[in-house]
Every structure is written in structure tokens, then in C-alpha cells.
């Protein structure tokens, strides 16, 4: 076990110091991304400003879908995740009170919304 080890500790600090590589950057498609998910081969970036959710193609950055979250109110949106094809969207108050949640179809139609207060 002890000779598996020295053979493995050479590479593990030769990964370990290597230079990262940066393999692309992709234009934002709005000036104030605050959520960023991945899911069904695509991006998905929200925008809290606008309040956009924009799908995005993740090799050339080029939008495929956008939509409006009309449903946030007065509540600001700044968190998304993808799951199971579902996004879900995290908005609250000025003050920072991040208590509710928002589901979209990755089609862009509203699902429905909770408390995420706990």
C-alpha cells in the first residue's frame, strides 16, 4: 500500500500546482446576473434587475429563450437552480430577507410558488 502511495503523491501535487486553464467566457446577456443554473444542456441566468431569466446555449453564450418573472412583486429575485427540469427562483425583501421561492418549467411557464421560510 505504502509503494501505491508514493507512485500517486507525485502526480496528486503535479495536478495540484499545474495552471488552471480557462476554456472560454461568455458575453452576459444582461448587466446584472445574479443567478446562474445548469441544466438540460443549457445555461440559465437570472437577471434581478429586469427580472429575466434568459436560456442560454453554454457554447456560444447565444439566448435560445428569455421570459419575465411577473410573478416576484415587490420581491426581488437573486438565486436560480435547475432541477429535474424545474427552475427555481429565490426572491425577498430590500432588507435581505430571501424567503421565497419561485418554480418555472424550463419552458418558461410558471408552476407555482412557496415559503422557503424556516
Same mark, same amino acid.
Given at each position: 500500500?505504502?509503494?501505491?502511495?508514493?507512485?500517486?503523491?507525485?502526480?496528486?501535487?503535479?495536478?495540484?500546482?499545474?495552471?488552471?486553464?480557462?476554456?472560454?467566457?461568455?458575453?452576459?446577456?444582461?448587466?446584472?446576473?445574479? !443567478? +446562474?443554473? %445548469?441544466?438540460? @444542456? #443549457? =445555461?440559465?441566468?437570472?437577471?434581478? $434587475?429586469?427580472?429575466?431569466? &434568459?436560456?442560454?446555449?453554454?457554447?456560444?453564450?447565444?439566448?435560445?429563450?428569455?421570459?419575465?418573472?411577473?410573478?416576484?412583486?415587490?420581491?426581488?429575485?437573486? !438565486? +436560480?437552480? %435547475?432541477?429535474? @427540469? #424545474? =427552475?427555481?427562483?429565490?426572491?425577498? $425583501?430590500?432588507?435581505?430577507? &430571501?424567503?421565497?421561492?419561485?418554480?418555472?418549467?424550463?419552458?418558461?411557464?410558471?408552476?407555482?410558488?412557496?415559503?422557503?421560510?424556516?
Amino acid at each position: 500500500m505504502k509503494i501505491v502511495f508514493l507512485f500517486i503523491l507525485p502526480l496528486m501535487v503535479a495536478v495540484c500546482v499545474s495552471d488552471p486553464v480557462l476554456d472560454r467566457t461568455l458575453t452576459a446577456p444582461d448587466g446584472n446576473i445574479t !443567478g +446562474l443554473g %445548469y441544466g438540460e @444542456g #443549457y =445555461l440559465w441566468a437570472l437577471d434581478k $434587475t429586469s427580472e429575466t431569466i &434568459y436560456k442560454l446555449d453554454p457554447l456560444t453564450g447565444a439566448v435560445e429563450n428569455s421570459w419575465v418573472c411577473t410573478q416576484t412583486g415587490t420581491k426581488i429575485p437573486s !438565486g +436560480l437552480t %435547475y432541477l429535474n @427540469g #424545474y =427552475l427555481y427562483i429565490c426572491a425577498g $425583501t430590500a432588507a435581505g430577507n &430571501y424567503t421565497y421561492g419561485y418554480r418555472y418549467t424550463s419552458a418558461g411557464a410558471y408552476a407555482n410558488s412557496f415559503d422557503m421560510d424556516c
